[in-house]
């Protein structure tokens, strides 16, 4: 009996050690270095006002979830900084990464993340690109880029659903709720 209180205690006390191991998501940037938190801190980018990235994130959650989807929504602004990150519950860690990843193609490549990942598909070369580049490894649909007249103003992308398609129409309900509140 002994033997096994003193195992169990083991267990319990390399258990936390275990699990941080495990982490499946890291947080989506390092903590900052001590030379960074001496740095300047301007304000973020231009984008949409937070409480409108929420109404759109719940929206299109709430649309994937309809669908049985459970997804994480991301809002960025014009540089690609977090503004809105909602995970449906039950969702995968990894989908906060996976939205992020699509978010950085929306950005550099100047379309949506569906129309990088078709181009990906038809050129080895550019999905070569695409895979060299630490922020983005994979060209998935799922994130556009938020206009405002002809300024991209911030990105938003749903992932968590089986296929791109399916958080492309999430994101897609998502901006359609939040037309004109920008």
Do not use: H
């Not at 906060?96 to 181009?119: H, W």
């Amino acid at each position: 009996m002994r033997k096994l209180l003193l195992a169990s205690v083991a267990l319990m006390l390399a258990a936390p050690a275990a699990f941080a191991q495990m982490n499946p998501a890291p947080t989506i940037a390092p903590a900052p270095t001590a030379d960074e938190m001496k740095m300047p801190r301007p304000p973020r980018a231009a984008g949409i006002p937070t409480a409108v990235a929420v109404e759109a994130a719940l929206e299109a959650n709430r649309v994937c979830l309809g669908n049985t989807y459970k997804t994480t929504a991301m809002i960025a602004d014009s540089a690609g900084v977090p503004i809105v990150v909602i995970s449906n519950d039950g969702a995968a860690a990894v989908t906060q990464r996976i939205a992020m990843s699509k978010i950085q193609a929306v950005l550099k490549y100047k379309m949506s993340s569906g129309d990088v990942a078709k181009k990906a598909a038809a050129d080895p070369a550019f999905k070569a690109e695409v895979a060299a580049n630490p922020m983005i490894e994979t060209a998935r649909q799922g994130a556009l880029a938020i206009m405002k007249g002809s300024e991209t103003i911030g990105f938003f992308a749903v992932s968590g659903a089986p296929g791109g398609d399916k958080d492309e129409v999430c994101t897609s309900a998502g901006l359609a709720k939040i037309a004109g509140k920008y």
